[in-house]
């Protein structure tokens, strides 16, 4: 009994103090993550708008660029981050083939022509579907519309899609995450050709 | 597995910062007895942060803190600390410089959090350090406990930054992200980069290691 005691005491103190260290670590740095976290999204927002000077920027420069040149905004039921000359960056989410993909949508000043795609989450095969973040892919979006040649709004990532005015280039070994990625890339574009009224062409 | 601590090692505390065997405990944990090439533990997180050399040392230098902390609470409290819960005990006090850890990189080191991914908060369950704590920090006094988790965290620490520099070079011809084979002549690896180089240099290592150290220990003897 008297061994109970002591055993329960002995936890007592020792959560105590575990707790107590955690506490203080994550008050001294929370201040940083959370500046960190802040930064990293926007330097997703001026990179997918290719807003120069972004890349070697430390977090301060980069909240003044940021300040500077983007506006929040919203449309609807959409939220989207635009810069003076009209063009705008969307972010989209969906499930990719192993985890989350997060990532933003950048249209031109007309909102029909995309500008570029980014994804800052995801954790899909390295070498095969982890290619969705690799320049080569990503460059492909750049150009293209938002509508296929029939006027239906949305995006083909298929197998030699690159022809098609809104199509791209498939990744050999990942269709799964192909398949994820246009799914979640059309729903933000449906959400974006209702909210932005594009006229039914 | 008796509680008293062998009386040679126990008194030794007191002569010097432990009573010279630093040298000897340094060794073992290096070498030796290294934890990965030669007791295999810690495999998973090898095999999964290695693809970098930046990576390989971070990580190598988050298990010698964590060990080395670790293993020092551990000893304070190893008269203190009731058997029957002293697993328990452990693994909080591990699980919290863990945290801390995670916390100072995602404070202070980025983007490396961010490549590490969850692999910083899974050393809590790293066989290394909940080892030492078992075998070593429970029945050694405390200086002695933290030399010893700084070597076993060293030995850790060789071992992904040899198979770190490897998997870099030949995967992406690359060191510390500085082109060191230039992509004119030479076609990286990729394959290297990948899990199956992971399992190809770990188990050249691991075949190296038990190569070399049967041979030196017949020449000392």
């Known amino acids: ?201 | 597995m008796s509680n008293s601590a062998p009386p040679a090692i126990g008194g030794a505390c007191g002569q010097g910062l432990c009573g010279g065997k630093c040298k000897e405990i340094l060794r073992e944990g290096v070498w030796g007895n290294n934890p990965i090439s030669i007791q295999i533990l810690g495999v998973c997180s090898a095999l999964a942060v290695t693809n970098k050399l930046e990576n390989s040392i971070v990580m190598g230098v988050a298990l010698i803190f964590v060990c080395a902390m670790s293993n020092l609470l551990v000893s304070l409290l190893r008269n203190a600390t009731p058997r029957r819960i002293r697993m328990i005990a452990e693994v909080a006090i591990i699980a919290t410089f863990v945290i801390v850890f995670d916390l100072f990189l995602k404070a202070f080191y980025f983007e490396m959090s961010k490549s590490l991914g969850p692999y910083v908060g899974l050393i809590i369950t790293n066989c290394i350090v909940m080892g030492r704590a078992e075998a070593y920090a429970l029945r050694n006094p405390p200086m002695m406990a933290v030399v010893d988790g700084v070597a076993n965290g060293l030995g850790y620490a060789a071992v992904l930054v040899i198979i770190g520099f490897f998997r870099e070079l030949i995967g992406s011809g690359k060191l510390l992200d500085i082109v060191v084979l230039s992509d004119n002549w030479y076609i990286p690896n990729q394959m290297m980069i990948l899990a199956p180089g992971a399992f190809l240099a770990l188990g050249f290592l691991i075949a190296l290691a038990n190569y070399i150290k049967p041979r030196q220990e017949e020449e000392t003897k």
């Not at chain 1, 990179?47 to 905004?73: D, F, H, M, N, R």
């Not at chain 1, 990532?103 to 390295?126: C, H, M, N, R, W």
């Open chain 1, 1 to 201: 009994m008297k061994g109970s005691i002591y055993t329960i005491f002995y936890s007592a103190v020792l959560a105590v103090v575990c707790a107590l260290l955690l506490t203080s670590a994550n008050a001294f740095t929370r201040p940083h993550i959370e500046a960190n976290k802040a930064a990293e999204r926007m330097r997703n927002i001026l990179e997918v708008l290719e807003v120069p000077g972004v890349e070697k920027a430390g977090s301060k420069e980069l909240t003044q660029i940021y300040e500077e040149k983007v506006s929040e905004k919203q449309y609807g039921t959409l939220n989207v981050y635009e810069t003076a000359d009209g063009a705008v960056a969307v972010p989209f989410a969906g499930p990719g083939l192993w985890g989350q993909v997060k990532g933003f949508l950048a249209l031109e000043s007309d909102k029909k022509t995309i500008l570029g795609v980014t994804f800052y989450e995801q954790e899909e095969t390295p070498g095969l579907g982890g290619e969705i973040g690799a320049q080569w892919f990503r460059d492909q979006f750049r150009g293209k519309s938002l509508r296929g040649k029939d006027g239906k709004p949305g995006i083909l990532i298929v197998r030699d899609g690159n022809a098609a005015p809104n199509g791209v280039d498939a990744i050999s070994g990942a269709t799964m995450t192909c398949d994820k990625v246009q799914a979640m890339l059309n729903e933000v574009i449906g959400t974006i050709v209702k909210e932005l009224g594009h006229d039914v062409q």
